[in-house]
């Protein structure tokens, strides 16, 4: 048996040479920076949770988990604490993610403690020490065997596309935290960038925009149903608008204000803009065969960031190359961990049991 530190050296290159066995109690964690999704061999998603815990400051006792501390963020009381422990696409308190993982694990097997072989998503780019981080988190949490794993990879994977052919593909992950983009072909990352834009800064875009030309302070979460529910990357067909409660930050007082969509979206240009030049940077350095195939194949969407009103469009108007948003954005991560090990055996790279 390779050591899952071999294995995941090898298989980050989409090749493998070791001998994984056929372990049934096979599960794959997306541990995104907003969500964690748990994919269960033979049972699909079985876990969907905001990436959040709540802490009891005095005992850093675990009061509530995923769904039920995100209602806290915000709103809590001195005594406890509810934070997101991902940050960046990376772990930020090693303990809080450990202790979710342990949560959702068991939630994820009724409860009933089966020590699983876990294949983790981790963005391009991390390092040792945020690779070694994650593994001990899924130590903690209970798992027996750990397979790291590039999360384009998976992506691409959970997406479907037929990346084992020799052939390119372009994925973009748009997450909470950060945007992931690869170009793959013949099972491999051939060309990949990460950067810490995401969800989360459409959502400090939106803050700010408010505070500057509204004078109207509101919370993340605020704005982050405000971009849901009527935030765009490029025009739509019609003008969205919006009530948004907030308080005024000249007289202090609460304050209601009626906004619109071509508001936001001048709102998100900025971040949108970023991560528009990290997927033109990319192309750049893709080599020139595979980037002829990405005209014809186009560049598939994932993440909850595709979710955005428009972003095909504004990608596919800025790249003039077709743009899809993948079935079930928010997903594919989860899938694409739960598949990798099969997705290894089928493709028969290297010698697998
Ligand atoms: P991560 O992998 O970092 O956990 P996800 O892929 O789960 O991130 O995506 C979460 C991000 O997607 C959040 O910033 C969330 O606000 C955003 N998101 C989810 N649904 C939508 C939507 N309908 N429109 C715009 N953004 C969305
Ligand atoms: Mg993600």
Redesign the pocket.
């Known amino acids: 048996m390779f050591p899952a530190e071999n294995i995941e050296e090898i298989s980050c290159m989409g090749f493998f040479s070791g001998i994984i066995d056929a372990f049934t109690n096979e599960v794959g964690i ?8 748990i994919y269960v061999k033979g049972r699909g998603i079985v876990v969907f949770e905001p ?1 959040v815990v709540s802490i009891e400051t005095r005992t850093g006792k675990v009061i509530a988990v995923g769904h039920e501390a995100k209602k806290m963020l915000e709103r809590t009381p001195g005594d406890i604490m509810a934070i997101r422990p ?1 940050k960046d ?1 990376v772990i930020a308190d090693f303990e809080a993610v450990g202790k979710m993982l342990k949560y959702f694990l068991l939630k994820a097997q009724d409860r009933k403690v089966i020590k699983p072989t876990v294949v983790i998503g981790v963005p391009s780019g991390v390092t040792e020490v945020e690779r070694r981080a994650v593994r001990e988190a899924a130590e903690l949490a209970g798992a027996a065997k750990i397979y790291l794993v590039e999360q384009s990879l998976v992506a691409a994977i959970g997406a479907e596309l037929p990346i084992s052919e020799p052939c390119g593909h372009m994925i973009i ?6 945007t992931e983009i690869a170009v793959i072909s013949l099972g491999g990352i051939v060309v990949s960038k990460s950067i810490k834009v ?3 800064k ?2 400090e875009a939106i803050v700010q925009y408010l505070k500057r030309n509204h004078n109207l302070l509101i919370g993340e979460t605020t704005a ?1 149903e405000i ?2 529910t009527i ?1 765009s990357a490029s025009p739509l067909q019609e003008v969205l608008t919006m009530e948004v409660k907030g308080r005024d930050t000249i007289t202090g007082l609460p304050k209601t204000l009626k906004i619109d969509s071509t508001e936001i979206r001048e709102a998100l240009q900025a971040p949108l803009q970023e991560i528009l030049d990290a997927v033109k940077q990319v192309l750049d350095e893709t080599p020139a065969a595979l980037s002829a195939d990405l005209v014809d194949r186009g560049i598939v969407l ?8 428009g ?1 095909d469009k504004f990608f596919q108007h800025h790249m003039k190359i077709p743009v899809i948003v993948a079935a079930n ?2 997903a594919c ?1 989860a899938i694409g961990t739960g598949k990798y090990l099969d997705f290894l055996r089928q493709h028969k790279i290297g010698q697998i049991v």
């Open positions: 997306d541990l995104g920076t907003a969500n964690t999704l990436s991902m696409g992950d748009i997450g909470g935290g950060t995401g969800g989360d459409f959502d982050e971009k849901k935030g994932t993440g909850g960031g595709a979710l955005l009103k972003m954005p928010m991560v």
